[in-house]
C-alpha cells in the first residue's frame, strides 16, 4: 500500500526545495499559485506531482533564455564606436554593446562590463591594441574574452603579432558591418 507521504511534500520539504521560506510558500498555497491540501490538522499537502510539473517547466524556462552577449568595441574613432555599436544593437537583441574611444577606459571595462568580445583597434593613442590584447589575454579574469582585431594598417607584420598577442581575428578597414556581425555569431557559438 502507497503511503500517504510518497504522494504529497510538507510545506517544509517545498520551503528546502524551491529555496525560500514555508512564509512564502503558504502565500502561494493562499494565492493559488500552488495547489494543496489542507489535513484535519490543519496543516498543507502539496501533490508531488504538481511540484514536478512545476520544477520542469521552470527548468525549461530557464534554459530557453539565452544570456546576452556582451560586446565590448574600442576605437579612437569615435564614428567607428557609434557606428558599430548602434549596428550590434539593432542586429541582434541578444548582443550587449558598449563602446569607449579611450584605451585606459577599455581596461576598465574589461574587468567591469566583463565582455565575451571585445572589438579592438589596433593602432590607438596612449596603449595599443597590442598592449591591451596582452593584457586581457594575460589576466585570468579576461583572458576568455575573445578578440576582433581591426585596423587601418593590415600589414603582414601587424597582422601575425596581433594573432600572437591572443586575438582570434583580424578585419581590415574600412570594413562591412555584416562580416564584423558574422565573426561575432561564429565566435559565440564555438563558445557553447
Known sequence: ???????????????????????????????????????????????????????????TAIKGKKRKTKILVVDDDHHIVKTLVLFLQKISPLYDVYGTTDSFDAGR?????????????IV????????????????????????????GYGTKENIEKIKQKGASICVMKPFDYYEIANIIKKLTSEAK
Not at 16 to 25: D, F, Q
Not at 109 to 121: C, E, R, S
Open 1 to 59: 500500500m502507497l503511503n500517504f507521504n510518497d504522494k504529497f511534500y510538507t510545506t517544509g520539504q517545498i520551503a528546502r526545495i524551491l529555496n525560500c521560506s514555508r512564509v512564502t510558500v503558504f502565500h502561494w498555497i493562499h494565492s493559488g499559485k500552488i495547489s494543496a491540501i489542507k489535513t484535519v490538522g490543519g496543516h498543507y499537502r502539496i501533490p508531488k506531482d504538481k511540484i514536478e510539473k512545476i520544477l520542469k517547466s521552470a527548468s
Open 109 to 121: 571595462l574589461m574587468v567591469t562590463f566583463k565582455p565575451d568580445i571585445a572589438i579592438i583597434d
Open 124 to 151: 590607438m593613442p596612449g596603449m595599443d591594441g597590442f598592449e591591451i590584447v596582452e593584457k586581457i589575454k594575460s589576466d585570468p579574469l579576461t583572458k576568455h574574452t575573445k578578440i576582433i582585431a581591426i585596423t
